[in-house]
């Protein structure tokens, strides 16, 4: 029987680094999956994998398995890992990002693959159509306002415009209930779409 996470998670604490590369083997790949997901760029995501890796290994001693599972512990260190990558390249926005993808370490980690997977992209799979792409462009693929200005059609200004909704209106659908209750909203936020669109022209 193989041993499970915090047999290994207990054995790496006391220096046995064969349990250390044993917890590494066992979650690169998901850990990989979990934030090219996020990011879609490989190496970008390589860059965050290794520093997700990197504060497991600093911060492997202050790993209680009674306070969590290891799995949910280090999925809190990649949403934290994804956090700074975000708030460095997107300092200048108004809106804190851990509203907008509620990525402040309060929210449950994971507990499988499929809703790892899936994490961020529910908030942005509620969002009307135009706020999506205007955010998966610029946050997601660290496209250029010019370069999402030629993808969408639009102009620059109204780009600076759309992604600013784009990031309030993330952050109050994050306000209003969690995640795991959000599905009705979805055609709400695709009605609004309309009347944001209404609105601007």
């Known amino acids: 029987m193989s041993p499970t996470d915090e047999m290994l998670a207990r054995a790496a604490q006391e220096g046995d680094r064969q349990a250390l590369s044993s917890l590494y083997r066992r979650y690169l790949d998901q850990v990989y ?14 860059d965050l994998t290794a520093e997700v890796f990197r504060r497991m290994l600093d911060s492997l001693s202050h790993y209680d398995p009674l306070k969590g599972s290891f799995r949910g512990w280090l999925y809190g260190l ?5 956090t ?22 309060t929210a449950t980690p994971p507990d499988d693959s499929s809703q790892a997977q899936h994490w961020a992209s ?8 135009s706020y999506r792409q205007v955010l998966e462009l610029r946050i ?3 496209r250029s306002v010019s370069e999402t200005a030629e993808i969408m059609q639009i102009s620059a200004n109204y780009v600076k415009v ?4 784009a990031l309030k ?11 795991a209750e959000q599905a ?12 944001d669109h209404d609105e601007s022209h």
């Open 33 to 46: 999956r979990f934030l090219y997901a996020r990011l879609g760029n490989r190496p970008q995501t390589e």
């Open 84 to 105: 700074d990558f975000w708030r460095r390249a997107y300092r200048v926005q108004e809106l804190p990002l851990e509203e907008f993808l509620d990525l402040d370490g």
């Open 162 to 165: 759309l992604q600013h909704r």
């Open 184 to 195: 009705p909203l979805a055609e709400q936020a695709a009605d609004q779409e309309q009347g």
């Open 169 to 179: 209106k993330a952050a109050s659908l994050a306000q209003q209930v969690p995640l």
């Open 78 to 82: 990649a949403r934290h890992v994804l």
């Open 122 to 129: 529910q908030l942005l799979a509620l969002l009307p159509d």
């Open 140 to 142: 997601l693929q660290s």
